[in-house]
């Protein structure tokens, strides 16, 4: 959870984050907000950068390797047994339960996650994009066919019997820290057409859907001011968004533990654990609406 890093800040700090972004969101009223694994840690699902936007961990599993190779598809599903369930079990955060209650006090035009575990949605968000798409459920890379994760893992726990019951810590996509000889795991292909299944996420070195990121753009066009919270903005896909919104001069926030690429465009910046300072800012905004 959030002590330790929380520990780390001050209570006089919080509050004087927690205000200023009050202050941002009261006076933009329409936010257009990008979320990223920062959000996400508070739910036990790790980073995989580290506050100054270096990898903390080795890089996750590139697009077109997943399609090429066989051994990285096995490696993948067979580290994904393990990782996929407890990605399954997160609890949403007081992050996500923040950003949910902005959106129904009707300061959110759009919410825009990099994340792929939906727990936004799980908070009661109702207006997000997937940009890097969405972990639970798989699909065919040659016909389309789409079907639950979790069934697919326990077809391939089944059939694998040897590499269920793994313990390892996992990755913000499911994936997991194993490594063993994957040679002898049997992946499933689509049974449809005996294509390759894949998760319905965006790969590095994939590219977001254009509709997608089409709709996504809309959004933030409407909006009055854009927010980062919990994302360095390292990947382009995100962060060219403020890039973008700032060539338009809206105003552009962040609130995260660490650098962000988009630094020198930032017209506030909050360096904060994030789910105290959304609690405060929502209790802020909360109290003063109620005495107007
Ligand atoms: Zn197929």
Not at 34 to 45: E, H, K
Not at 163 to 178: C, E, Q, S, Y
Not at 199 to 209: A, E, H, K, Q, S
Not at 272 to 291: I, N
């Amino acid at each position: 959870m959030s002590a330790a890093y929380t520990a780390a800040y001050s209570a006089d700090a919080i509050a004087r984050a927690g205000a200023a972004l009050a202050a941002f969101i009261r006076r933009e009223q329409r936010l257009w907000i990008i979320t990223g694994a920062g959000v996400s840690t508070d739910s036990g699902i790790p980073d995989y950068r580290d506050a100054r936007g270096e990898w903390k961990r080795s890089p996750p599993v590139q697009h077109g390797d997943f399609m090429a190779f066989e051994a990285v598809r096995q490696r993948y599903w067979a580290r994904a047994l393990a990782g996929f369930e407890a990605m399954r079990r997160a609890p949403v955060s007081g992050a996500h339960r923040a950003l949910a209650e902005l959106e129904a006090m009707g300061f959110v035009e759009q919410l825009v996650t990099q994340n792929v575990d939906r727990l936004h949605q799980r908070a009661g968000s109702r207006r997000v994009i997937d940009l890097h798409g969405r972990a639970d459920t798989v699909s065919c890379t040659s016909c389309g066919y789409s079907i639950m994760r979790y069934a697919l893992h326990a077809e391939m726990a089944a059939r694998n019997p040897a590499f269920t019951g793994l313990d390892a810590g996992h990755a913000p996509d499911g994936d997991a820290d194993i490594e063993l000889d994957f040679s002898t795991f049997e992946v499933i292909d689509c049974r449809r057409c005996g294509g390759i299944f894949k998760p319905d996420v965006v790969y590095y070195g994939d590219v977001v859907p254009k509709a997608r990121r089409e709709a996504a753009r809309a959004g933030l066009f409407r909006a009055n001011a854009a927010l980062a919270v919990g994302t360095s903005l390292m990947v382009f896909s995100g962060y060219r968004f403020f890039r973008d919104a700032h060539a338009r001069g809206m105003p552009l926030a962040s609130l995260s533990l660490g650098v962000t690429r988009a630094d020198p465009m930032l017209s506030e910046k909050w360096c904060a654990p994030l789910t105290p300072v959304l609690e405060y800012a929502v209790a802020q905004l909360k109290q003063q609406s109620g005495a107007a």
